[in-house]
């Protein structure tokens, strides 16, 4: 949502007295590109304390408090910003860890801007004089389309994992490259990542997979592919996705393939549509299982889906969306000649009919990987379509009977689910059972044959 910038003006017309308000970060980079800023990062050298005192009893409410960090939420009816106060940090050496171990407050927009993790992040917008604050050159790093670390690379990095994720995460969504010390310094303590907590690991990695859609005026479409790429420059891709890193090197059938195991997973990924990439990335991990397992690929579907099991458990994936990406993974091989019998196809569409677009999707990606040019038409996917039009229940609920008229026909307790479940696995392949009259007269034939079963 974008910032209402009256509002700002207003705040920050109540700090002017004590302060200068500033916004800082990724609204002034946007703004400087050009961009419509959506987030506000706001700072100015009060502490929370001063900062709740002077907004009390105004439209603006301060909560989430963390006063020794000095920072804090402050909201107003449709404005939401996040309040640090002026500050510099200390880090237990060699953590990585992101949370500060020291923090000391001052009124040095300097020291602030030094404590940044690049200069595009580190100027400072005053909303009532519309002047900008650059104490690192952040400006001509933005007009360059350059991200630079704001202080010493290595002393940036060496504290705070995460800005080496950001860094892939800011290049991949603007196209911004990175300068040369500040790419060093990122590859020598990648292995920094590791001490972030996985929801955070996880965050950053969902941003990065969908970076293309973050700004569409600037027109980075392959943002998701450049942010892999940078992920698999600095080894991250060895630390954070094991499974993926070792089909490196795995060669395939060059009658089916053009590519090994790796580099055609990167292809699937960047070809297909946000949704899925997760799964599309990681569709084949299985094969390296196999392979060294058993010689071949044979079965790799399976393996990769009880491998990603443990790794999207790792990162603190919800569980159900965790499950969705198995899913996809473990049925991405279905169909895959073309010959399983429709029969078999509609049974499988029924029974996973909320997989069935994004498993097309994924099929779509997987073959352009495989063959280098679009693939159109998905087999699963037109008899899923017929199935739609055709009336095929496409859960019970869809049947034109229920359980009311199950226990009308004599059916109890667990035989009535029993029966519905069959009753629906029928009509799925027979026109006829869609018809209330037959399936009742079905439901009177299961009633019959459970009461002889009983004698």
């Not at 969705?324 to 073309?338: F, N, Q, S």
């Not at 040019?373 to 996917?381: A, I, Q, S, T």
């Not at 199950?406 to 006829?432: F, K, N, Q, S, T």
Request: hydrophobic letters at 40%.
């Amino acid at each position: 949502m974008a910032v209402d910038l009256a509002v700002f003006v207003r705040l920050a017309e109540l700090f002017r007295p004590r302060a200068t308000l500033y916004a800082v970060g990724g609204f002034c980079r946007d703004k400087v590109l050009g961009l419509e800023p959506r987030d506000l990062d706001i700072c100015s050298k009060l502490t929370v304390k001063e900062v709740e005192n002077i907004l009390l009893n105004t439209e603006f409410t301060v909560h989430r408090q963390y006063p020794r960090l000095g920072t804090a939420c402050i909201s107003a009816r449709g404005f939401r910003a996040e309040y640090t106060c002026f500050r510099t940090d200390s880090y237990r050496n060699g953590s990585g860890e992101h949370h500060p171990e020291d923090v000391v407050f001052t009124d040095d927009i300097t020291l602030d801007a030094a404590r940044r993790d690049f200069t595009a992040n580190a100027v400072y917008f005053d909303p009532l004089t519309e002047r900008y604050t650059d104490p690192t050159g952040g400006m001509e790093d933005i007009s360059r389309r350059l991200l630079r670390a704001a202080d010493d690379p290595e002393r940036v990095f060496s504290e705070d994992g995460l800005r080496i994720l950001r860094l892939v995460r800011f290049a991949a969504e603007t196209g911004f490259e990175t300068e040369e010390e500040t790419l060093r310094a990122a590859e020598k303590f990648a292995p920094q990542v590791a001490d972030i907590v996985p929801e955070r690991i996880l965050a950053e990695l969902d941003k990065i997979f969908v970076a293309d859609t973050a700004y569409p005026a600037l027109g980075v479409a392959d943002g998701h592919a450049r942010g892999l790429a940078l992920m698999d420059r600095l080894g991250l891709v060895e630390l954070l996705l094991p499974e993926l890193a070792a089909l490196k090197g795995l060669e395939q059938n060059p009658k089916y393939h053009r590519y090994d195991a790796y580099r055609h997973s990167v292809e699937a990924y960047a070809a297909a549509a946000p949704r899925i990439r997760w799964a599309a990335l990681l569709h084949d991990v299985g094969k390296r299982i196999c392979f060294e397992r058993d010689g071949n690929m044979y079965g790799h579907a399976e393996a990769g889906a009880e491998a990603l099991a443990v790794r999207l458990s790792a990162l603190r994936m919800p569980k159900a969306r965790a499950k969705r990406i198995i899913d996809l993974v473990r049925y991405h091989m279905t169909d895959l000649a073309g010959d399983m019998s429709e029969n078999k196809l509609r049974r499988f569409a029924a029974e996973h009919a909320d997989l069935v677009r994004d498993l097309a999707a994924l099929k779509r990606a997987d073959g352009y990987a495989t063959c280098g040019h679009p693939v159109e038409k998905v087999r699963l996917e037109e008899i899923y379509d017929t199935m739609l039009s055709d009336g095929t229940p496409m859960k019970i609920s869809d049947l034109p009977v229920d359980g009311k008229d199950a226990e009308a026909a004599g059916l109890v307790g667990h035989d009535i689910g029993v029966a519905l479940r069959e009753l629906w696995e029928c009509a799925v392949l027979d026109p006829a059972l869609r018809r209330r009259e037959s399936a009742l007269a079905f439901l009177g034939r299961r009633a019959e044959k459970a009461r002889k079963e009983k004698k």
